[in-house]
């Protein structure tokens, strides 16, 4: 049981991180003001941010589930 509900908390965290990438590229690509070079740093940024977050969301389930 302990599996199956990782399992789900996992699919869950890398729906959040996929919609979470999605939404950050197509937020930035709307602003054409910018660079394309200061653009792309700033997507990888905030990429890396939903990550690290998707992450710490993740290891809460665990630590709830424990």
Not at 24 to 46: C, L, Q, Y
Request: no cysteine; hydrophobic share 45%; aromatic share 2%.
């Amino acid at each position: 049981m302990y599996k199956q509900s990782m399992n789900v908390a996992k699919g869950i965290g890398l729906g959040i991180a996929a919609g979470a990438a999605v939404a950050a590229v197509s937020a930035k690509m709307m602003n054409g003001k910018k660079s394309a070079k200061a653009r792309s740093k700033e997507m990888r940024r905030s990429t890396a941010k939903a990550v690290h977050t998707v992450g710490q969301l993740i290891d809460g389930v665990e630590h709830m589930l424990k």
